[in-house]
T-cell receptor, first 116, second 115 residues
């Protein structure tokens, strides 16, 4: 069963605008972690932000913030002040503690294209 | 400080052949995980190696096997290649006993094409 759902079609974003990428997840565990990765055309996965299931505050890392709504099982990524270099695929991923802390389940990704 | 490195960058094989992909983890990391990313999909977990043993395995057939060496580097072997094995293969390294956050660092991947 799909654990991470990312269903938005490809998005075009105006430079300097904010963009929100949706992610919903499915787990019965109480302890888990949520990650967002960026994958440019070069292929390398670049870590952006992390949210632990017990973290009370929404995570922020520079221009990236995570809108964590635990009851709704959603972990949306917000990119503020988009830059041309933000054009990439964005993946939401989950780590379920019972499966070990080195195993990630990824969604299918969101394509973002930033236009000048 | 070198990050995760993978070789080769690209590889073309024919059906039925065997392939070996290599990964060197980030300095100081002791755990290597392998992922398969088909075109247009997210990465799928293949397996993870720690202390030279396979510790966890995803839903992949036995044609996929691996190895970890004493220096923590790792190999992914795929036997009897199928067209469906064409994908980007990503290696990720981490610490087995890291923080609760325990970030995984990914390499640039090896793109395998099976003809």
């Amino acid at each position: 069963a799909q654990k991470i759902t990312q269903t938005q079609p490809g998005m075009f974003v105006q430079e300097k605008e904010a963009v929100t990428l949706d992610c919903t997840y499915d787990t019965s565990d109480q302890s888990y972690g949520l990650f967002w990765y960026k994958q440019p055309s070069s292929g390398e996965m670049i870590f952006l932000i992390y949210q632990g299931s017990y973290d009370e505050q929404n995570a922020t890392e520079g221009r990236y913030s995570l809108n964590f709504q635990k009851a709704r099982k959603s972990a949306n990524l917000v990119i503020s002040a988009s830059q041309l270099g933000d054009s990439a695929m964005y993946f939401c991923a989950m780590r379920e503690v019972p499966y070990g802390n080195n195993r990630l389940a990824f969604g299918k990704g969101n394509q973002v294209v930033v236009i000048p | 400080d070198a990050g995760v490195t993978q070789s080769p960058t690209h590889l073309i094989k024919t059906r039925g052949q065997q392939v070996t992909l290599r990964c060197s983890p980030k300095s100081g990391h002791d755990t290597v995980s392998w992922y398969q990313q088909a075109l247009g999909q997210g990465p799928q977990f293949i397996f993870q190696y720690y202390e030279e043993e396979e510790r966890q395995r995803g839903n992949f057939p036995d044609r996929f096997s691996g190895h970890q060496f004493p220096n923590y580097s790792s190999e992914l072997n795929v036997n009897a290649l199928l067209l469906g094995d064409s994908a980007l293969y990503l290696c990720a390294s981490s610490l087995a006993l890291g923080s609760p956050f325990n970030e995984q660092f990914f390499g640039p991947g090896t793109r395998l094409t099976v003809l």
